[in-house]
C-alpha cells in the first residue's frame, strides 16, 4: 500500500467544517483511498472511501483530485464528538490482503467550541 | 456491520508473565487481524489469523512472542508471552466485512495493558 502524508493536527470551530489534507502521491491505479477516525480510548471507525470519484455519505465527504495524488476528508459541520485522529490509508483489495491496514501517524483534529 | 468484543478491556501484569486476550465477532469472518498501539503512537499490524491455518506475521513480530489462535470463524486469541514494560500497549483485534471494493473494518474497543 501506498505511503500516505498528513499533518500531525488541525484545529476546527465547533460548526464550521473541517477539511483534513492527505498526501497520497505514489498511490497506484488500483489502491483505494480509505479515511478512519479514532476517538480517545476507542477501535478506529470506518468514515468513507473512494478510488477516483468524489464520495458522500452520512458522516463526510471524499474529494480525491484528479490525479489522485491527494485527497481531502470534509466534515461539513463539524461537532466537539468529531475530535479525533484521522487516518488516511491507501489500500489495495486482494485475496490475502483486503482489510490488512497500514495506519500512517494520521492528524490529531481538535473541534474548539 | 459486526460487532467486536475484547476480553479483558485492561490489565496489569507482572513482568515475565503471559496474558492471554479474546476477541469474539457476531459473524463468520475469513480473516481477523491483530494490531498493536503503543502510547502515543498508531496502529501497526501484528499477524493476520486465518482460520484452520497458522497466522501471518508481519515483520518485527514473532509466534513465540505473540501466539495467536483460530479455532473457529468467530473468535481468535492473542497471547503476549514473557511480557516487558515495553509490551504496554493497547492490543486491538479487527475484521473486514464486505466485498471488495466496499470492504470495511471494524474494530474492537481494545485491550490496555500495563506492564510493571
Known amino acids: 500500500d501506498a505511503k500516505t502524508t498528513q499533518p500531525p493536527s488541525m484545529d476546527c470551530a465547533e460548526g464550521r467544517a473541517a477539511n483534513l489534507p492527505c498526501n497520497h502521491s505514489?498511490?497506484?491505479?488500483?489502491?483505494?483511498v480509505y479515511w478512519y477516525r479514532q476517538i480517545h480510548s476507542q477501535g478506529p471507525q470506518y468514515i468513507i472511501h473512494?478510488?477516483?470519484n468524489n464520495e458522500t455519505n452520512e458522516m463526510a465527504s471524499l474529494i480525491i483530485t484528479e490525479d489522485r495524488k491527494s485527497s481531502t476528508l470534509i466534515l461539513p459541520h463539524a461537532t466537539l464528538r468529531d475530535t479525533a485522529v484521522y487516518y488516511c490509508?491507501?489500500?489495495?483489495?486482494?485475496?490475502?490482503?483486503?482489510?490488512?491496514?497500514?495506519f500512517g501517524q494520521g492528524t490529531t483534529l481538535q473541534v474548539k467550541p | 456491520s459486526a460487532v467486536i468484543s475484547q476480553k479483558p478491556s485492561r490489565d496489569i501484569c507482572q513482568r515475565g508473565t503471559s496474558l492471554t486476550i479474546q476477541c469474539q465477532v457476531d459473524?463468520?469472518?475469513?480473516?481477523m487481524f491483530w494490531y498493536r498501539q503503543q502510547p502515543g503512537q498508531s496502529l501497526t499490524l501484528i499477524a493476520t489469523?486465518?482460520?484452520?491455518?497458522?497466522?501471518?506475521?508481519e515483520s518485527g513480530f514473532v509466534i513465540d512472542k505473540f501466539p495467536i489462535s483460530r479455532p473457529n470463524l468467530t473468535f481468535s486469541t492473542l497471547t503476549v508471552s514473557n511480557m516487558s514494560p515495553e509490551d504496554s500497549s493497547i492490543y486491538l483485534c479487527?475484521?473486514?466485512?464486505?466485498?471488495?471494493?466496499?470492504?470495511?473494518?471494524?474494530f474492537g474497543q481494545g485491550t490496555r495493558l500495563t506492564v510493571v
Open positions: 473512494g478510488l477516483k
Open positions: 479487527s475484521v473486514a466485512q464486505g466485498g471488495p471494493p466496499n470492504t470495511e473494518a471494524f
Open positions: 505514489t498511490i497506484s491505479g488500483n489502491e483505494y
Open positions: 459473524s463468520q469472518v475469513t480473516m
Open positions: 490509508i491507501a489500500h489495495k483489495h486482494g485475496s490475502s490482503n483486503t482489510g490488512k491496514l497500514i
Open positions: 489469523a486465518n482460520q484452520g491455518s497458522e497466522a501471518t506475521y
